[in-house]
C-alpha cells in the first residue's frame, strides 16, 4: 500500500465548477500538508500550506485536513481553464527544512468551456 | 514566495557524455535542496537530498556515481549525470525550503528535460 493514495483522474469539469481533490495517507506521523499545481513540462507550483486539522482558504483555494481520517483535500471554487494541471498533494512528517516531501501521484484535471 | 531558478529548462545529450543541471535558490538561503526525477504522468521520485558542504544523501537504488551532486554555497546546488544512456531522459526538477521559512514549504524550480540520443 502506498502511504499517499491520489485518484490520478482525469478530471474534467465545466468552467466554473467547483472541484474536489483528494489525497488519503496511512502513516499518521505526517503532520504539514501541501498542495501543488503543476502545468506540463513545469516544476509544481505551490499552492496551499496547512499543518493542523480544519480549514485553510486562499482566494478560490479551500485546503481541508481531517487527520483523524487521515483524509485532505483541495477545493476549488468557480474553475477556470487555466486552472487545467496536474495537482499534487505532498506532506511530510517533520516541520524542518530538511524535511522529506512525500507525494501523491497527481491528479489531472481539465476545465472545459 | 520563494524564487528557485533551475538551468538549463532543456538539454539534449549524446550517449556516454555527462550533463550537468543547476539549481539556485535566488532570494534565499538554502542549506537543504533536493533533486526529484519524474517520469512522464507520474509523480515526483526524490533522488537525493543536497546538504551544502557535505555528502548528498541519495534515495535507495538511484546510484550516487551516476548521479553527481554537489552543494558548494549555500544558494546553488548541481546535479551531473554521468555517462549518460537514454534510460536516463527523465524531467528532473529540484526543490529548497527557505531557512527561516514555514519548514517544510518547498519550493520547486522550473525543470529539466534531459534527453539522452
Known amino acids: 500500500q502506498k502511504e499517499v493514495e491520489q485518484d490520478p483522474g482525469p478530471l474534467s469539469v465545466p468552467e466554473g465548477a467547483i472541484v474536489s481533490l483528494n489525497c488519503t495517507y496511512s502513516n499518521s506521523a505526517f503532520q504539514y500538508f501541501m498542495w501543488y499545481r503543476q502545468y506540463s513540462r513545469k516544476g509544481p507550483e505551490l499552492l496551499m500550506y496547512?499543518?493542523?486539522?480544519g480549514n485553510k482558504e486562499d482566494g478560490r483555494f479551500t485546503a481541508q485536513v481531517d487527520k483523524s481520517s487521515k483524509y485532505i483535500s483541495l477545493f476549488i471554487r468557480d474553475s477556470q481553464p487555466s486552472d487545467s494541471a496536474t495537482y499534487l498533494c505532498a506532506m511530510s512528517r517533520s516541520g524542518g527544512t530538511a524535511s522529506k516531501l512525500t507525494f501523491g501521484t497527481g491528479t489531472r484535471l481539465q476545465v472545459t468551456l | 514566495g520563494a524564487v528557485v531558478s533551475q538551468h538549463p529548462s532543456r538539454v539534449i545529450c549524446k550517449s556516454g557524455t555527462s550533463v550537468k543541471i543547476e539549481c539556485r535558490s535566488l532570494d534565499f538561503q538554502a542549506t537543504t535542496m533536493f533533486w526529484y526525477r519524474q517520469f512522464p504522468k507520474k509523480s515526483l521520485m526524490l533522488m537525493a537530498t543536497?546538504?551544502?558542504?557535505?555528502?548528498?544523501?541519495?534515495e535507495q537504488g538511484v546510484e550516487k556515481d551516476k548521479f553527481l551532486i554537489n552543494h558548494a554555497s549555500l544558494t546553488l546546488s548541481t546535479l551531473t549525470v554521468t555517462s549518460a544512456h537514454p534510460e536516463d531522459s527523465s524531467f528532473y526538477i529540484c526543490?529548497?525550503?527557505?531557512?527561516?521559512?514555514?519548514?517544510?514549504?518547498?519550493?520547486f524550480g522550473q525543470g529539466t528535460r534531459l534527453t539522452v540520443v
Open positions: 496547512t499543518y493542523s486539522s
Open positions: 543536497s546538504n551544502e558542504g557535505s555528502k548528498a544523501t541519495y
Open positions: 526543490s529548497a525550503s527557505p531557512y527561516g521559512g514555514r519548514g517544510a514549504e518547498a519550493f
